[in-house]
């Protein structure tokens, strides 16, 4: 019985270190600098937001159209990400950059952040 309480008390401080360091982190440029601002806790887990390089968006009517390769994103290792994001779903980047959080292997969108015009 002693060992099962044990266990479970385990289980439970692992899981809660894993919810309480899951958040926002730092946004930083594709060079790694950091930008001063944190992206919102509601769209990052800690590695699924990036910077991504403006040549990878274009404006359309329709939406953002967002094209990236395998690498251009932590989340994109094996795969590419392709999709128009509608106007007024994004995201205002503070600095300019444009910016997306993707699940593994851009499976999920979380959140898109404009730049260009739109900060």
């Known amino acids: 019985m002693n060992r099962s309480l044990t266990f479970a008390a385990s289980y439970a401080f692992i899981l809660w270190m894993i919810v309480s360091t ?3 982190h730092e946004a930083t ?3 790694g600098q950091p930008l001063g601002w ?3 806790p509601e769209c ?3 590695t699924d937001c990036a910077i991504i390089p403006s040549s990878a968006v274009v404006e359309g009517p329709d939406g953002y159209r967002v094209t990236l390769k395998a690498g251009e994103h932590p989340m994109l290792s094996t795969k590419g990400y392709s999709a128009v994001i509608p106007y007024g779903s994004e995201r205002t980047s503070p600095t300019g950059e444009y910016g ?3 699940g593994v292997e851009g499976a999920h969108r979380f959140c898109f952040y404009a730049g260009g015009k739109g900060y």
Do not use: D, H, M
Request: hydrophobic residues 55%; glycine residues 20%; charged residues 0%.
């Open 22 to 24: 899951a958040g926002a």
């Open 29 to 31: 440029s594709t060079a």
């Open 38 to 40: 944190a992206w919102a």
């Open 44 to 46: 990052c887990g800690g």
């Open 100 to 102: 997306i959080c993707l």
